[in-house]
Structures are given as C-alpha cells and as structure tokens.
C-alpha cells in the first residue's frame, strides 16, 4: 500500500527575490513541520518543466535534495511537458514495487523571472517543431478546440464564462490561491482576446511555486503521522495533438480508471476552459456540451483551479496531490469537499498526457 503521510505548498505567486532551492525548503518546512519525525527519503523525486529555460539550471533534483539535506537519496527529475503527472506515476511505483519504503515528491518552477512572451515560446516548445518553428502557440490550438466545441455543441462563449466566474468563487476562499478575487460574467468577457475566442479569464494564471508531499510503505506511515491517506492508484495515458471536442489521453485514461467518478472529489487540469469542459465530460462526470452550465451539481477545484489558484507549469500535479491529502485530512484551509475519496487528473497544456491518482482517506 502507497501512503501519503504528509504535504505542504507555498501560495503560488511571484517570487523574484527566491530561487528553485529557496521555495521547495519554504515547502519542505511546512511538510516537517507537521511530522512527528524528519523524513528519510530513500528517493527524492522533482517534477519540474521549464527549470533549464527558466532558471538556467540543470541536476535540479540533486541541488534540491541537496539543499534540504537529503544527501545520500537517490534523485531524479521527471516531466512530460506541463504534466506532473509522471511524477506521481514515479513516487507511487517506487514505493508500490518495494524498492522504496519511503520518496519525497517535490513539484517546483520558476516562472515569473521572464517576461511574458518569454513564457510563451518556452510553453510552445511542447508542441511538435514544425509548429514552433512557425510561431505557433498552445493557445492558438486550444483556440481551435473551443470553437470547435462551440460548432459542434451549438453554444456561445457565454457557456464558457461559467467557468472562471466559478474558479474565482472559490479561490477567495482559499488563502494559498494567486488571484484571490470574484470577477462578473461581463469582466470575463470583457477580459484581452488572447487567442479568439479564447480570453485572458479562459486562462490558468502562471506564477513561481513549490509543493511537497511525502509518501511511504504502510510498514513506515505511522512513525511520520497519523493523518493518512491512501494512493489507491496511478494511471497514465497518451496520444496525438488533437482539435475536438474530447481528448484521446483522457478519454483512454478514463477507461484506465474504472469505476465511475461521480462519487469522488474531482482536480481537473485546467489550462484553459475548454480544457475543463472536455476532461469533465470526457470522464463521465457531466454530460456532453452541458458540463460547465452544471458545475453546482459537483464538487470540482475547490481550490480555485489553474484559473484562480494558479498555474505553477510542471508543479502543477504535486499541488494537486497535495491538497487533495489536505481536503481529505481535513487540513485544507479554504472550501472543502464532502467527499471521502478524491480524483485528481494531471494533463499537459492540451491534454496529449493524461495521468489520474485515486486517494482515498485511511
């Protein structure tokens, strides 16, 4: 069994002043802190995309683990573009296969040192080279997915303002959240056009962060706590650029999981609306063309999502892990779930790798 005994985060934002190192120990504290012992990780496994572009680093995960003294673990960084996912895959089939009774997971990037468009072409390496070569963005096709839902759904952008309104809703209530503030319908679409019809509101604010989430063999867990909560499972899935109203990845991965999702706790990855709209429905949790009109009837991003919450690129899923852990421990300060079992999918910025963690409350 694969348990997490621990986690913590720092609010993503913009950190000028702190390096890759200085957030993942503000991390690492709040993870101690917690604890009833120091962690002694057998790995220490980093999950973090843009670290050579962003801050001219490489050997990350040996200069992090280094930095929090885990000298003597063995180390590695993971990514599949803006997807953490692989990382959890990792920690879970380190501790799941026996060759490790305990592995530190740290999510961690450093985005707000380049100037905006600087971002930009770093998201767009993701894509094929062809397209970035020619200038392409993520956006641009994220662009084509929205209008294509609106063809095929016959619905206006309006059906895709229901979406930030409610992620801001929920990231006021959350102290960790970037943008912590409501905003209208009409502020949505009255929001810069980044790429028609997608707006600035459509899009997952990015920011500097670090989260930590300590897992362990059930033979260890409780000499670090006796708050606990159990990863279940940990799939993984893949697939080719497409422009739909559904994403192969997570179609296929949902198929993976199994059993109905309506009865867990849900993190979606939304890097854009149409985003959200396609992996809910393509899990099954709402229906086709109706999902973000719906969103009262289900309990998904409490937190406030990569909208509100924000968006910390290849940390992105060790944030999700880690505060599902909290809503399912009842340690998470802001909405919280009523479920007693969790769900959080893990998606690059157009969702070509999808990976799902099941949680459940020991």
């Known amino acids: 069994m694969v348990v997490i005994v621990g986690a913590s985060i720092v609010p993503i934002n913009r950190y000028y002043e702190s390096s890759a190192e200085d957030l993942a120990f503000e991390a690492y504290k709040g993870l101690t802190g917690e604890l009833k012992d120091r962690p002694k990780a057998d790995v220490v496994v980093i999950s973090s995309t843009y670290a050579e572009l962003s801050t001219n ?3 990350l995960a040996n200069k992090i683990a280094s930095y929090l003294g885990h000298q003597g673990s063995a180390v590695m960084r993971v990514e599949a573009g803006e997807s953490g996912g692989p990382a959890v895959y990792t920690a879970f089939s380190l501790i799941k296969s026996g060759i490790a009774d305990s592995v530190l997971l740290i999510g961690v990037e450093k985005m707000a040192d ?3 468009k600087t971002i930009q072409e770093y998201t767009a390496r993701g894509l094929n080279y062809k397209d970035y070569l020619a200038g392409i963005m993520p956006v641009h096709y994220a662009a084509l ?3 294509k839902y609106m063809e095929v759904y016959k619905v206006d952008y309006d059906y895709f303002v229901n979406w930030p309104v409610k992620m801001h809703s929920y990231a006021v209530e959350n102290p960790m959240a970037m943008l912590k503030f409501k905003v209208t319908p009409q502020q949505v679409k009255d ?3 980044i790429s028609e019809p997608i707006r600035l509101y459509d899009t997952g604010a990015r920011g500097d962060g670090a989260a930590v ?3 362990t ?4 867990a409780r000499k670090y706590s006796d708050d ?3 990863l279940q499972s940990v799939k993984g899935s893949s697939s080719d650029l497409e422009v739909s109203t559904s994403a192969m990845a997570v179609r296929d991965l949902a198929l993976k999981l199994g059993d109905s999702v309506r009865d867990y706790y849900v993190q979606v990855h939304d890097s854009y609306s149409v985003a959200a709209a396609i992996q809910l429905e393509d899990l099954g949790l709402l229906p086709r063309g109706r999902s973000l009109t719906e969103l009262d009837s289900v309990e998904v991003n409490l937190e406030g999502g990569l909208k509100a919450r924000g968006y910390p690129g290849g940390a992105t899923a060790v944030y999700q892990l880690a505060e599902i852990y909290l809503q399912l421990t009842q340690k998470f300060k802001g909405r919280t779930t009523s479920k007693e079992k969790a769900l959080m999918i893990s998606t690059d910025d157009l969702m ?3 990976y799902g963690a099941k949680v459940i409350r020991e």
């Open 352 to 354: 070509t790798v999808a």
């Open 213 to 215: 989430v300590l897992l």
């Open 228 to 230: 606990l909560a159990k």
């Open 217 to 220: 063999s059930e033979e260890v």
């Open 114 to 116: 380049q100037h905006g």
């Open 191 to 193: 929001s810069s056009v």
């Open 145 to 147: 997915m929205m209008k």
């Open 57 to 59: 680093s490489v050997n």
